[in-house]
């Protein structure tokens, strides 16, 4: 079924120009990117975006870290595309990712747990909730509509 999901690339790889390119260039074999954007998480936005990481011992390492610089936000479709980005990010620690699957985005790119890379909804209601947040302005009934009289 094609859905549609939100991928965050993070500050330290928008610092790197080979690795954003490796990772937009794998985006685009995979999904269509119904839109993209660089936005600079607030406070503000960082606090909605990870308000289920409140009160966790990383959060403020997290937040802070997303804070610090620009991202690169897509919006991704494709067949279980919220799986499908998952399995190319590989696991969210680095140490794992780099034992298990050298070859997927955050062993590549990651560096710490924290700046691992890059960021994918892990449900549809996340991907709902995070494109809500920083894609205020991206009509998701109309996306569904559309899918829905394909699919018919």
Not at 46 to 62: N, T, V
């Amino acid at each position: 079924m094609t859905e549609i999901t939100l991928a965050v690339i993070k500050p330290h790889v928008l610092r790197n120009t080979y690795a954003l390119q490796q990772i937009k260039s794998l985006i685009e074999q995979n999904f269509r990117v119904l839109d993209q954007k660089e936005v600079h998480i607030t406070k503000d936005l960082s606090d909605r975006f990870y308000a289920e990481h409140q009160g966790k011992f990383f959060y403020h390492r997290l937040t802070s870290f997303m804070n610090s610089g620009p991202c690169y936000a897509l919006i991704l479709q494709s067949e279980g595309s919220i799986q499908k980005w998952r399995r190319l990010m590989g696991p969210t620690k680095v140490f794992r990712a780099v034992y298990t699957e050298p070859q997927c985005i955050r062993a590549l790119y990651g560096l710490s747990d924290t700046r691992n890379a890059c960021h994918g909804s892990d449900s549809e209601a996340s991907a709902l909730r995070e494109i809500g947040i920083l894609f205020p302005e991206f009509d998701v009934l109309a996306t569904a509509d559309r899918k829905a009289k394909k699919e018919t």
